[in-house]
C-alpha cells in the first residue's frame, strides 16, 4: 500500500486497487457464444442497434474500442456490495460499493430477460424502437450491462459521455430515476453535453466524472473537466462526488451549496488553494485532494465536525492551521509527502484519531500531545526527526581540491588487496565491485577474495530459485568493519523474477536487502562493452555471497484493523484481510507463479486444460485467522464466468512439505465472477485453481508442479581438432545450445547435442566414459572412472577433461561417454540396459566419441601423416630439424602467401592449402611450410638458403636471421662432436675452408 501511495495512487481513488479488493467483480460486457452481443430488452422494451458504417476508419475505430473492452477493464462498474440505502453519513468506501451491482447477476439477468422476451414476446420485438445513436455503442457493450433502473455507465468506453446527451433526448423519463451516474471526461465536446444534462437529474446520489479511464498508444488520456455549471446546485441528493484526474484549479462555487455531499475526492487535480467557506459542508465525512498543488489550507477546514478521513498528501503543504485540532469526528489523516516542518499543538484534541501518516515531511520533532493519543499509530519515516537544523554550507574553498576515494582494479592472479581509512572501490575480475567508505577500517588491513564452484551440498536455492552467480567468498571472515561495506556480485539477466543477494555465515543462508544498479564505467573488466548488472547489498561482516533469481515476493504487516495485499507481478491476484482477523501483527509473503497453459495440455493430455497463476502464500507466525481470508485469483487463461462449466474446475491446496495436492473445491465457497475467482481461507498455504476435463486432477497438478522446477538441457560432447584425446563436456540449457556449438566450431569438432532431459537447478548427475574408453581416475571429481557434475542454469557447467584408451585396446577406439542421474550407476553399461527410460531409470544420454590408434611413441596416429619426419641441409653446412621447422611457422602468420611464392610454391597449391585450413592459420602456414620442405629433401645443401633469401625477400629479416643462428649453432654442435670422436684434423680444416668461405 505504501508502494501505490509513493506512486501517487490511494487504493480509495484509483479503480482496480479499491482498499476493500472488491476489482474480483469488475468484468467485460455479456456476449453471446458467437461473439455479438445479445439484445436485451429491460422494462421500457428499449434496444441499440449499431449500424455498421462502410467507411474503414470508423469500423476500425469501433474495433479498437472493443479490444479496450474485451481486455479487461479496471473500472467497468466499481465494486460489488450488497445494497443498502445509504444514510447521509455513510461511509465513502461503502458508498463506492453501492454505485454498481454485480456485473455477474446484471448480466445473468439480462440474459435471462433476453431469452424470455424472445420465448414469449417475439412477436413484438420487431415492433420495438430502434435507437441510432452517434457516437454509437461498441458492439461489446449493450444497454443493459450499462443501464439499469437506477445506474448508468457511461465511462466503459471511449466517448462514452456523448451518449448521455442522446440518451436523455430519447428516454428522459427513465434518465430522471438516476441515483447513480459514471462519465469519462477525456471527450470534450461530449463531456459539456453530458454537463449540460447533469442539472436534470435531480434524483442523482453518487456522480463521477474522472479522467484516465483509457489509454490511448500507452498513455492515460487525461479528463478535460476544467469547472461545473452554475445549477449542478440543482442536485440535493447528491452525497458522493468524484472529480479526480481532471483539470481544476479552484473549487466550483456551485459545489458549496450542496449541503448533502458525504465524500468528496478531488484528487490529481491543479488545486492550489481551498475556498474560505469550505466548512459549508456539514455532511462531509470523506475528503482527498491528493496530489494536487496545495500550500495551504484554510481555518474553515476545522468546521468540517463529521469529517472521518482527510487525505491531504503530495502536496505542497508547509504548515496546517490551529483549527484542525476542532475535526473531534478525524480518525484517519493523510499529510505525506509535504514540506511540513512542524505540526500544530492543538492536534492533540484529536482523540478519535487512529492513523496519523506523516512520512517524507521536513519535521523534526512530534508534539508530545500526540504521544499521548493512546490508540494513535503514526508512520513518521523518512522524516529527520531529533537531527539539528542543518547550517547553511559553507562556500567551497577554491585551493582545496575534493576527496575522491581511490580505486583499485584486480587482475583474475590476484587474491588480496589493503585496504586503508581513506577507503577504497575495489574492481574484481568478472564484475564484482567492493566500495569500502572512507572510516570503514582504523589501520590498514589485508583482505581476500576467492569464486568458489556452488556445490549441492551448501548452495542453499529455495523453490524455483535460479543460481545467477557463482559464490564469491571475501575473507577474513570474523573482521568487524566500523561502516557498511557494500558488496556488488554480478548476475546474469532474468525475466518476471527479482534479483536477491544471499550470505552464508557458515551455518545457514540469509536474504539481505538487495538493490540492482549498472556497474561503473571505469571496470576493466568490461572495456567498451556492457556495464555489468550487480545486485548490491551492505555488510559490516565477510562471509560468502551468491546473487539468486526467486519469484516476485509481496511482503505487508496484517494489524487487528485488517489489510490489503495486492501481487506486484500479478494485479489480478489479491488477498483483503478484514478486520479483527488477528489479534497480533503478522507479516504476510505472497508469491505468484506463472504457468504456461500448452506445457500443462501436454503433460495432462487434456487439450481443454487450464489452470490459472500458483499462489505460494505464506505468514509469520503460522497459526489460523479469526476470520476468512478473502482471496481474488484470475480464472485461466480461456475461461470466463459466462463459458465457465463448475463441474470442471477444481480448487487445490497444496502442501509444500510434502509436494501433495487435495481437491478442495467442495470444502470452499467458490464464486465466480466473469474473469476471477473469489474464495475464503483461515490458514496459508499453496492455492492453485485448475480447469480440465480429467478426474485425477491431484494426481497431474504433482506431475505439473515437479515439471515446473526442472529446466530443459542438453548434453554436448566436443572433441578439440588438433588433440582429439582432449573433451570438452558440458550441460546446458536448451536454448542456449545452438549459439554455444557455433562459438566452439572452430576449436571443436564432434557429436551433435543429446536428446532433451530435464534436470533441476543444482542436481547432481555423473558422465561415464565406457566402451574402450577411459580417464585418469586422479582427478578430484572423479568416482569410480565417472566425473560427477551439479548443473546451474546461468552459469557454465562444462569440463576439460583427457581421455585414453584402456589397458590393451590396439586400433582406433569407437567408445561413448553416457550422463547418468543420481547416484553412481552400478553394472552399467549392458548397452545402457538397452537403453531404458522409466521413473527408475538413471540414464539420461549416450554421445559417441573417437580416438584414433596410437604409433610407436604412444601418440595419436591421424589417418593421413601431415608432417612427415625431415632434415633440410647437411650436418656440414648446417641443417633444420622439424622442430625446427614448427618453430618457424608460428611466427610467419599473414604473411605466408608472400613467402610460399618466394619459394616457388604455385599459386594452385597455395589455394588448396589455404581453402583446406580455411578456419585454422596455424595448420595453414605449418602445412605450406612442410609442402615446400617435402620437395626439397633431395636437394642437397642449397635449400636453407633458398629458405634465407625467401624470407629475405618477403620482409621477414628477422625470420631469416632466426634462421641462420640456427644453422651456425648446427655447425658448431657438429664440429664439437668432431673433436670428441678425436678427428681434430678434418675439424681444423672445416674450420679453415668456413673461415675462407666468409668475405
Known amino acids: 500500500m505504501d508502494r501505490s501511495r509513493a506512486k501517487g495512487t490511494v487504493p480509495d481513488e484509483e479503480d482496480g486497487e479499491q482498499a476493500d479488493g472488491s476489482e474480483d467483480e469488475e468484468v467485460e460486457m455479456p456476449t453471446s457464444h458467437a461473439g455479438v452481443p445479445e439484445t436485451s430488452v429491460d422494462t421500457l422494451v428499449v434496444s441499440f442497434c449499431t449500424e455498421l458504417h462502410q467507411d474503414q476508419d470508423k469500423l476500425k475505430k469501433k474495433t479498437e474500442l472493443g479490444d479496450v473492452i474485451a481486455e479487461g477493464r479496471m473500472e467497468v462498474l466499481g465494486p460489488e456490495m450488497e445494497e443498502t440505502s445509504p444514510a447521509p453519513s455513510v461511509s465513502p468506501i461503502s458508498l463506492m460499493d453501492t454505485c454498481a451491482p454485480s456485473i455477474s447477476s446484471l448480466s445473468s439477468a439480462s440474459y435471462l430477460s433476453s431469452n424470455h422476451h424472445r420465448n414469449n414476446v417475439s412477436s413484438s420485438s420487431s415492433s420495438s424502437s430502434v435507437l441510432s445513436l452517434t457516437p454509437p455503442l461498441p458492439p461489446s457493450v449493450e444497454l443493459s450491462a450499462v443501464l439499469t433502473d437506477t445506474r448508468l455507465s457511461l465511462d466503459v468506453y471511449l466517448g462514452g459521455a456523448a451518449a448521455l446527451s442522446l440518451l436523455w433526448t430519447s428516454i428522459p423519463e427513465q434518465l ?97 488553494a481551498l475556498p474560505p467557506d469550505i466548512g459549508l459542508f456539514p455532511s462531509l465525512s470523506y475528503l482527498s485532494l491528493l496530489g494536487n498543488e496545495l500550500v495551504s489550507l484554510p481555518a474553515s477546514v476545522g468546521q468540517l465536525k463529521a469529517l472521518h478521513t482527510l487525505d491531504v498528501s503530495h502536496n505542497c503543504l508547509q504548515h496546517l492551521p490551529d483549527e484542525i485540532g476542532s475535526l473531534v469526528e478525524l480518525v484517519k489523516l493523510e499529510l505525506s509527502y509535504n514540506k511540513l516542518k512542524q505540526l500544530p499543538e492543538t492536534m492533540g484534541s484529536l482523540l478519535s484519531l487512529r492513523e496519523l501518516v506523516i512520512y517524507s515531511n521536513e519535521l523534526r520533532l512530534i508534539p508530545d500531545c500526540l504521544n499521548e493519543l493512546p490508540r494513535l499509530k503514526i508512520d513518521k519515516r523518512d522524516n529527520p526527526l531529533g537531527q539539528p537544523r542543518t547550517p547553511p554550507p559553507l562556500s567551497p574553498t577554491p585551493d582545496r581540491p575534493e576527496t575522491s576515494i581511490p580505486e583499485l582494479h584486480l587482475g583474475f592472479n590476484q587474491h588480496s588487496f589493503c585496504v586503508s581509512s581513506a577507503g577504497c572501490h575495489v574492481f574484481l575480475p568478472g564484475g564484482a565491485e567492493l566500495l569500502f567508505p572512507p572510516g570503514c577500517v582504523v589501520t590498514t588491513t589485508r583482505l581476500e577474495w576467492i569464486e568458489k564452484r556452488p556445490e549441492r551440498k551448501w548452495v542453499w536455492l529455495e523453490e524455483h530459485d535460479i543460481l545467477l552467480s557463482r559464490p564469491l567468498e571475501l575473507r577474513p571472515h570474523g573482521i568487524k568493519f566500523l561502516m557498511p561495506v557494500e558488496v556488488c556480485v554480478p548476475y546474469h539477466r532474468t525475466k518476471r523474477k527479482e534479483v536477491v543477494v544471499r550470505k552464508f555465515d557458515g551455518h545457514s543462508w540469509i536474504t539481505l536487502p538487495t538493490n540492482l544498479r549498472r556497474g561503473s564505467e571505469s571496470h576493466s573488466s568490461h572495456p567498451g562493452g556492457h556495464l555489468a548488472r550487480l545486485a548490491c547489498c551492505s555488510v559490516s561482516q565477510f562471509s560468502w555471497f551468491m546473487a539468486v533469481s526467486r519469484l516476485v515476493k509481496d511482503t505487508c504487516s496484517v494489524t487487528p484493523t485488517g489489510a490489503l495485499l495486492v501481487s506486484s507481478s500479478d494485479p489480478g491476484v489479491k488477498l483483503h484481510f478484514p478486520p479483527d482477523c488477528t489479534v497480533q501483527t503478522r507479516t504476510i509473503n505472497l508469491q505468484v507463479l506463472e504457468v504456461s497453459v500448452s506445457e500443462v495440455q501436454t503433460l495432462c493430455g487434456d ?49 509444500p512439505t510434502a509436494q501433495t495436492w487435495t481437491d478442495i473445491t467442495t470444502q470452499v465457497s467458490l464464486h465466480i465472477t466473469h474473469v476471477y475467482a473469489i474464495f475464503y481461507i483461515t490458514h496459508f498455504s499453496w ?34 581438432k588438433t588433440d582429439p584425446s582432449q573433451v570438452l563436456l558440458q550441460c546446458l540449457p536448451v536454448n542456449k545450445v545452438e549459439g554455444r556449438i557455433q562459438s566452439l566450431s572452430e576449436q571443436y569438432d564432434g557429436p551433435q547435442p543429446s536428446e532433451l532431459c530435464d534436470l533441476l537447478e543444482g542436481e547432481q548427475f555423473f558422465a561415464g566414459f565406457e566402451r574402450g574408453l577411459d580417464i585418469s581416475t586422479d582427478r578430484p571429481d572423479c568416482v569410480q572412472g565417472r566425473l560427477c557434475f551439479m548443473f546451474y542454469s546461468s552459469l557454465k557447467n562444462l569440463k576439460e577433461v583427457y581421455i585414453c584408451p584402456t589397458e590393451g585396446q590396439k586400433g582406433p577406439v569407437r567408445g561413448q561417454v553416457s550422463f547418468y542421474r543420481g547416484e553412481i550407476p552400478s553394472h552399467l553399461p549392458e548397452e545402457v540396459v538397452r537403453k531404458r527410460k522409466g521413473n527408475d531409470s538413471q540414464w539420461l544420454a549416450t554421445l559417441p566419441l573417437r580416438l584414433p590408434a596410437l604409433n610407436l611413441d604412444n601418440s595419436y596416429c591421424t589417418e593421413e601423416l601431415q608432417h612427415p619426419p625431415l632434415n633440410l641441409g647437411d650436418p656440414e653446412s648446417g641443417y633444420l630439424t622439424e622442430a625446427n621447422l614448427l618453430s618457424i611457422s ?53 635449400v636453407v638458403s633458398k629458405l634465407v633469401a625467401a624470407m629475405m625477400e618477403s620482409g621477414r629479416r628477422d625470420i631469416a636471421d632466426e634462421i641462420e643462428d640456427i644453422v651456425s649453432i648446427g655447425r658448431r654442435k657438429y664440429s664439437q662432436s668432431l673433436r670428441r670422436l678425436g678427428l681434430e684434423a678434418e675439424s681444423s680444416s672445416l674450420e679453415e675452408n668456413s673461415a675462407a668461405a666468409e668475405p
Open 687 to 720: 492455492y492453485w485453481l485448475w480447469y480440465t476435463t480429467r478426474c485425477y486432477v491431484s494426481g497431474v497438478a504433482r506431475k505439473v508442479y515437479q515439471r515446473l522446477k526442472q529446466f530443459k538441457v542438453q548434453f554436448l560432447v566436443l572433441q578439440r
Open 607 to 655: 487439450p481443454q486444460a487450464r489452470v490459472s497463476p500458483l499462489l505460494c502464500l505464506s505468514q509469520s507466525p503460522n497459526t489460523h485467522f479469526l476470520q476468512p481470508v478473502k482471496v481474488q485469483i484470475p480464472l485461466p487463461p480461456g475461461v470466463t464466468g459466462h463459458t465457465v462449466d463448475m463441474t470442471c474446475l477444481h480448487l487445490l491446496h497444496g502442501d
Open 176 to 272: 430522471s430515476s438516476l441515483q447513480y451516474l459514471r462519465l469519462g471526461s477525456e471527450d470534450k465536446a461530449g463531456l459539456d453535453g453530458a454537463l449540460d444534462v447533469l442539472p436534470h437529474l435531480t434524483e442523482l446520489r453518487s456522480l463521477a466524472i474522472r479522467g484516465h479511464c483509457f489509454y490511448d498508444r500507452g498513455d492515460p488520456l487525461p479528463g478535460l473537466l476544467t469547472t461545473l455549471p452554475r445549477d449542478f446546485s440543482s442536485l440535493s441528493h447528491l452525497v458522493h462526488l468524484d472529480l479526480s484526474f481532471n483539470q481544476l484549479t479552484c473549487l466550483p462555487s456551485s459545489l458549496l451549496s450542496i449541503s448533502t455531499l458525504t465524500s468528496l475526492l478531488l484528487c490529481h487535480n491543479r488545486l492550489t
Open 890 to 942: 608460428l611466427q610467419i602468420g599473414q604473411d605466408w602467401r608472400v613467402i610460399g611464392m618466394n619459394l616457388g610454391l604455385s599459386y594452385q597449391e597455395l589455394d588448396r592449402i589455404q581453402y583446406k585450413h580455411r578456419d585454422n592459420l596455424a595448420a595453414l602456414v605449418l602445412d605450406m611450410l612442410f609442402h615446400w620442405a617435402r620437395g626439397q629433401s633431395n636437394t642437397g645443401p642449397g
